[in-house]
């Protein structure tokens, strides 16, 4: 079958679009023909080498975590599940796991969902990692309801979910998005919106309840200065440095850290798909690229400045 695969750690250079063997799965695993896959910056995080310690180095690897697609084989009964079904997730691209950059892509049973309702495949790949940060980081900031949150990186891939969902839960937005990307932010429901290419947003009089670093780049140091006595920040930064500094903050301040990361437990998949059935909320999708494509939807990601998720399809478009 035909894959985009790395054959080694490195820059766009070790990533290559070629044949691989067909995968077989096992007890409890299912064959998803992959319809869609959405990058996260993870993948050329990934490529990069920066995971390496869990990521292994068994090559050629496929990248690819967020798909969606149909089923095609499975191996267990009696798990809501059928051959034919639409079905989305993220796959964990440990050792050797093998991502779904692939015409066809093994899967854990557990880690499948049903694509919500109205979603195309292009939409239900744009969800899991993205989405369920988002709402896993709001989650932790507590009650939102007419809380003055600030989103930097308003209209990333995790950003416009946080905008969304904040919104949902009675939140007034702020918005920290560059220049062509502001008039989104409002469309997405952000009140007011920052331009980080003119301000720095930290050097702001105003202050807020709780700043939601999408970007993932923001210091607890600078972000304190514009959060209340009791203000929240949620980063997505899954650093050890953040990690250690909410540990300290833990005892020596008013202000909380939370981290921001991804988690997809069936409830988490059943809140979000919830979401996106009532209209809450709507993956937007930047850009989609055709699977041959692949290379410039990684060039895309890294280059930033799409709004909302960069999608690669399998299907024709
Ligand atoms: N811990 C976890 O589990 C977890 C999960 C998901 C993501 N992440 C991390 O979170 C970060 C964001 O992920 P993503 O998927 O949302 O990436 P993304 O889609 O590339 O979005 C990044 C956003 O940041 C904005 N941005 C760029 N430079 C900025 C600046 N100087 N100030 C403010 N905003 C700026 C971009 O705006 P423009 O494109 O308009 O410039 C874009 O909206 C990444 O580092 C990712 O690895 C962590």
């Given amino acids: 079958m035909k894959a985009y695969y790395m054959i080694n750690y490195g820059g766009p250079e070790v990533m290559q679009y070629g044949d691989v063997r067909e995968p ?16 996260n910056p993870l993948d050329w995080k990934i490529r990069d080498g920066q995971t390496r310690f869990i990521t292994g180095r068994k090559f050629p690897k496929i990248l690819g975590a967020d798909f969606a697609g149909k089923i095609k084989e499975i191996n267990k009964i009696s798990t809501g599940l059928t051959i034919g079904d639409n079905v989305y997730g993220s796959i964990r691209l440990y050792l050797k796991n093998q991502g779904a950059l692939a015409e066809r892509v093994v899967v854990p049973i557990g880690a499948l969902h049903k694509i919500p309702e109205g979603c195309s495949f292009e939409e239900a790949a744009a969800l899991p990692i993205a989405g369920l940060t988002a709402l896993n980081g709001l989650r932790l900031c507590g009650i939102l309801e007419n809380k003055k949150i600030v989103v930097n990186g308003a209209t990333g891939g995790v950003g416009h979910f946080v905008v969304q969902m904040a919104m949902a839960a009675g939140a007034s937005i702020t918005a920290v998005a560059s220049t062509k990307n502001l008039e989104i932010a409002k469309t997405l429901g952000a009140g007011k919106v920052i331009d ?19 970007y993932g780049m923001v210091k607890f140091s600078n972000a304190r200065k514009i959060l209340n006595k009791k203000g929240i920040f949620a980063t997505t930064l899954g650093m050890p440095g953040v990690v250690l500094t909410k540990f300290w903050n833990s005892f020596t301040g008013q202000q909380k850290i939370v981290l921001a990361n991804y988690r997809g437990k069936p409830e988490d ?49």
């Fill in 269 to 317: 998949y059943r809140a979000l798909g919830k979401m996106i059935e009532q209209g809450v909320v709507k993956p937007l999708v930047g850009k989609i690229f055709p699977f041959q494509e692949t290379h410039r939807a990684f060039e895309e990601s890294e280059k930033g400045g799409v709004a909302g998720k960069i999608v690669v399809s399998l299907q024709e478009i």
């Fill in 196 to 214: 980080y290419m003119e301000q720095d947003i930290t050097r702001q009089s105003e202050k807020y309840d709780i700043f939601f670093d999408a």
């Fill in 24 to 39: 077989s799965g096992r007890e409890g695993e299912a064959i998803v023909e992959v319809k869609a896959v959405s990058l």
